[in-house]
């Protein structure tokens, strides 16, 4: 059996790093304070958004604190639903192109989208209200999926846009750049 006090007096010395009462280091770095990178890096076009036509159309990124929301607008003939329990004509999962179904979860299309971010090698950060977002009906929502890093910007610009396409949605799913959400350091145990 090994000697005791060794190992106890190590326990001890751990315990006192992470006492209360210790001054705790800063709750913020810089990935939680703004994305990697800046928008330079981001080199696809940006245009107003219309739904009208066979391109996907760019909006210019909607910027609010260090975040940015970049709208993408397809131009196929399904749509999105948030609530899609009660519509009718729901596609079930990605539809073929010629399955008769109009509306889509969106959740279904930002589950793929992301899937595809990751095969690429991109650093997903979920799925869902995009940076500037807020409650209300699904443009308000500024749906889409979120990176932490400029550099990603372009990549998954392109992966929305040949998911729009294949998917043929006329409607908009976003971008969002944005900081790592990151925890808040509780002090006292509060």
């Avoid at 000697?3 to 010395?13: E, G, N």
């Avoid at 004509?89 to 109009?102: K, M, T, W």
């Amino acid at each position: 059996m090994p000697p005791l006090r060794p190992l106890l007096a190590a326990a001890l010395a751990l315990a006192a790093c992470a006492h209360p009462s210790m001054p705790p280091e800063s709750s913020t770095s810089p990935p939680c304070d703004a994305p990697r990178g800046d928008r330079s890096q981001m080199k696809t076009l940006a245009g107003h958004c219309d739904i009208g036509g066979f391109v996907v159309k760019i909006a210019e990124p909607e910027r609010c604190g260090a975040s940015a929301y970049v709208e993408l607008c397809g131009t196929g003939r399904r749509r999105f639903a948030l609530r899609p329990e009660s519509v009718e004509g729901l596609c079930v999962g990605r539809p073929a192109p010629n399955d008769p179904c109009s509306v889509v979860r969106v959740s279904d299309f930002g589950h793929e989208v992301a899937e595809r971010m990751r095969e690429a090698g991109i650093e997903v950060h979920g799925h869902g209200m995009g940076a500037c977002g807020k409650l209300g009906d699904y443009l308000a929502w500024n749906y889409g999926v979120s990176v932490i890093d400029w550099a990603d910007a372009d990549p998954t610009l392109a992966i929305v846009q040949d998911r729009l396409r294949a998917w043929s949605i006329g409607d908009v799913f976003g971008v969002s750049v944005q900081p790592m959400a990151c925890g808040t350091l509780l002090e006292g145990g509060r």
